[in-house]
């Protein structure tokens, strides 16, 4: 999707983790491992992002780790609000020096470990699941890292 804005957009980003392993996708314009995730269109809030961007990009049906807190049913009035899974981690970083992504970062789990190509062309690269002595190898960007590394401590069986 295109940028929605010219000085930020906001961002999701999937750390699955299916058995040990946490998945990691070499990004196709930046040349780096990065998580599942992209752009958070309009019409879309960040749970919706998630989902989409993780079966656009791999084909996997996954589980948003987290729970949606709000009040219960009769004691407040809702007005369509709607109560979101809150991120594990919100972070701010540049792409470059005119454009910066607010992200939110997101944990999931797979029932299988089964991918396929993402439906982007552009999109299509090398995917890898991970375990934590592999992730200690990889050549990471710190926050990658971090985040791939308290994924797997949460929901690593």
């Not at 369509?80 to 020096?97: D, Q, T």
């Amino acid at each position: 999707m295109p940028h929605i804005h010219d000085k930020i957009d906001y961002c999701v980003e999937v750390f699955i983790v299916h058995k040990n392993k946490v998945l990691l996708r070499m990004h196709d314009k930046y040349n780096i491992w990065l998580s599942v995730g992209g752009h958070i269109e309009l019409d879309e809030d960040p749970i919706e992002a998630a989902y989409r961007e993780v079966k656009e990009e791999v084909g996997l049906e996954v589980k948003i780790v987290g729970e949606a807190h709000g009040p219960k049913n009769g004691e407040a009035e809702n007005r369509g609000y709607k109560y979101l899974i809150p991120p594990r981690y919100l972070g701010r970083h540049p792409v470059n020096e005119n454009h910066e992504h607010i992200a939110f970062v997101y944990f999931a789990t797979a029932d299988t470990d089964q991918i396929t190509d993402s439906t982007n062309e552009h999109e299509r690269t090398h995917t890898r699941w991970v375990n934590t002595e592999e992730l200690e190898k990889m050549e990471l960007i710190p926050n990658v890292r971090f985040y791939a590394t308290e994924a797997l401590k949460e929901l690593g069986k």
